[in-house]
């Protein structure tokens, strides 16, 4: 029976047996693929309205050039112009000339794939859902509370404030993982020191609350799927952290929501995808937005991205977040209340990963 949709799912049809059998087979959605599926399981079928807006070529996606941000005055006012611009009105900017090595981001990209396509027995080493091990494997964090499952597999480590041994990780990869980080954490607080300034702060405000204090690595593979407008990559969602930093290959897939339609974000060479989280739409009352995304499943593959999360997570803290008081006025009152990082990412989690975002949730 060829499926088109959920509406056409079997009455008899035993989802719940069909996902553990899926996750207890540790071998993931490329296992699938390994094994030569022709055609997408039916845990994977999104709801016909999933795939809704046709994608919008006339909006050109904003492209920011970070050369001279250190040793120009001008030309670092240009950029924290054009910072400003793109954080309250898309969310999401690439950025060129972040200051991390090209050879950098290709071995970063080399190591997840390294990974990936490592045996299957040596994988099934890290594959868990207890989300306290130092490296977490797995195939869609809420496979069984989602409606549909994501065409992705992903693996995921906490690399700040408290990095892991690097013995705990992955051989394929643990070397590229720490150097990256590295090279992320440093690019983060470049970012954060223009932002402070996009809204009208000492460069070291955002720093200085602590926003890059976390950073969780999250690291996805896509294989290429045989039915590609039967699923998703990734559904549309918005991000639980302050600031993501995106390195993505040249296959593309992602997409922003922005005025309502489906945006392409193209793949550059050298560039990353920046995009701003629920905390900071959070802590800045509004002025900088954090925009639905998802990514599409692709007939090519597989697709390879890498999205480092500025944020403690669900790591145990006492420290609220509120509206920034210096951006608050008796025009522009308090918006949310506060809350600590542990439970927004909590409220998030609990609502799962699709859907309207869990800001809502702290809306005064």
């Given amino acids: 029976m060829v499926v088109t949709s959920t509406s056409e799912l079997p009455g008899d049809y035993d989802r719940a047996s069909e996902l553990k059998a899926f996750d207890e087979s540790k071998a993931g ?81 080399n190591g997840v794939r390294r990974f990936y396509e490592q045996d299957t027995e040596l994988k099934k080493e890290f594959y868990t859902r207890d ?32 990095p892991p041994n690097p013995q705990d990780l992955p051989a394929a990869c643990r070397d590229i993982l720490m150097e990256y980080k590295e090279q992320v954490m440093k690019l983060g607080f470049k970012l954060l020191e223009l932002m402070s300034e996009a809204l009208g702060l ?18 996805h593979y896509y294989p290429a799927c045989p039915q590609p407008e039967l699923t998703l990559g990734t559904g549309f969602h918005t991000d639980n952290d302050f600031l993501t930093v995106l390195l993505q290959d040249q296959i593309g897939g992602l997409q922003v929501l922005h005025q309502d339609q489906w945006v392409d974000v193209p793949p550059m060479p050298g560039a990353l995808v920046i995009n701003v989280g629920d905390l900071l739409q959070l802590i800045t009352n509004d002025r900088f937005k954090s925009v639905e995304h998802r990514v599409l499943a692709n007939h090519t593959g597989p697709r390879v991205s890498i999205a480092c999360f500025f944020s403690t997570s669900v790591q145990p803290s006492s420290k609220l977040y509120g509206p920034i008081k210096e951006l608050l006025s008796e025009e522009n009152p308090a918006r949310y209340r506060e809350t600590t990082v542990s439970d927004y990412v909590a409220h998030f989690q609990e609502k799962g990963l699709e859907g309207s975002t869990a800001l809502q949730l702290f809306r005064l």
Wanted: aromatic share 10%.
């Fill in 29 to 109: 959605v490329k296992g699938l693929v390994d094994v030569g599926v022709s055609q997408v399981p039916r845990i994977f079928i999104q709801p016909l309205e999933k795939s809704r807006a046709n994608v919008n070529t006339q909006f050109k996606f904003p492209v920011i050039d970070l050369q001279g941000m250190d040793t120009d005055r001008v030309q670092r006012k240009q950029i924290v112009d054009k910072v400003r611009e793109a954080s309250e009105t898309w969310g999401f900017f690439n950025v060129l000339n972040h200051g991390i090595p090209v050879t950098v981001l290709e071995e970063m990209m």
């Fill in 202 to 219: 000492n460069p070291n405000h955002l720093k200085d609350m602590d926003c890059a204090e976390g950073l969780a690595m999250v690291c």
């Fill in 131 to 162: 989300v306290s091990r130092k490296l977490v494997y797995n195939s869609n964090f809420d496979l069984y509370t989602a409606k549909a499952a994501s065409w992705r597999d992903t693996f995921y480590c906490l690399m700040a404030p408290h």
